[in-house]
């Protein structure tokens, strides 16, 4: 199975940005799509978007539309989430996960992602 491991949270300011990684070990990590999500105290675990398998395609959800960005670097066994503009209602413990040749058509599904990090804590002060 593939393990990944999330780094790069902590706490930032209004208005700034942070960049998030997600380390991948074990299984061909180029055969899996790897998508964000977050969750805040209290709430359910909310999609974000994904980066396809393939790399062809990248989906993002409506919270993230616009201020988000996923990428990976292959060659490094590596995905990001780059955040700006970034709000206190950003706060939150964000997740990568990996799908088995995922496409990015659509919202993640919590359960079609099969492979989960520990986490790493973003907190946006105001």
């Known amino acids: 199975q593939i393990q990944l491991v999330e780094s790069g949270g902590g706490l930032v300011q209004a208005g700034g940005s942070l960049k998030l990684s997600c380390a991948a070990s074990g299984r061909t990590f180029t055969s899996y799509a790897i998508g964000w999500f977050r969750q805040a105290p209290g709430k359910e675990r909310e999609p974000l978007g994904s980066?396809?398998?393939?790399?062809?395609?990248?989906y993002y959800s409506d919270s993230a539309k616009g201020r988000f960005t996923i990428s990976r670097d292959n060659a490094e066994n590596t995905a990001y989430l780059q955040m700006t503009n970034l709000t206190v209602e950003d706060t939150a413990v964000y997740y990568c996960?990996?799908?088995?040749?995922?496409?990015?058509?659509?919202?993640?599904?919590?359960?079609?992602?099969?492979?989960y990090g520990q986490g790493t804590q973003v907190t946006v002060s105001s």
């Open positions: 980066i396809s398998w393939n790399m062809y395609r990248t």
């Open positions: 996960a990996a799908e088995l040749y995922g496409l990015a058509l659509e919202e993640p599904d919590v359960n079609k992602f099969n492979y």
